[in-house]
């Protein structure tokens, strides 16, 4: 399945804020069994209710998948929504040219000194030179 645009952008804005990535790396590690919500801010050092928003916001953007188990909340990593957003990425962002041509256009682009470009610098500067006194 591929994913849409929407559900990537919604994907990686989730995962553009430091805590909620650093949620994200945790529970990949971890693996599909997941951490209860209490682990997850004892082990990243948050506030309950920073995690609460943090972990909240993950879950809407599809990331991570909540399971109640008695009083808690385990969470778990989405790893066919990450996956799949490693692909989009992979597929929309690899399409462009490869590091050695893009180092040959940059090459072409950025003027190299002449012997040239160092003489027409030497009367600009004598002209300012002559300026200022």
Request: glycine share 6%; net charge positive.
């Amino acid at each position: 399945m591929t994913m849409k645009i929407t559900a990537a952008t919604r994907a990686l804005t989730a995962l553009a804020q430091e805590t909620r990535l650093g949620i994200v790396r945790l529970l990949v590690k971890v693996g599909p069994s997941g951490l209860v919500a209490g682990q997850i801010a004892l082990r990243l050092k948050l506030a309950p209710a920073t995690s609460s928003f943090h972990l909240s916001q993950l879950t809407q953007a599809g990331l991570i998948k909540p399971s109640r188990e008695g009083r808690s909340i385990r969470y778990s990593p989405v790893l066919s929504t990450i996956g799949e957003l490693l692909a989009f990425l992979d597929e929309n962002l690899s399409g462009g040219p490869t590091e050695k041509a893009a180092a040959k256009a940059s090459a072409k682009s950025t003027p190299k000194p002449t012997a040239n470009s160092t003489t027409k610098a030497a009367p600009a500067k004598k002209k300012a030179a002559r300026k200022s006194r």
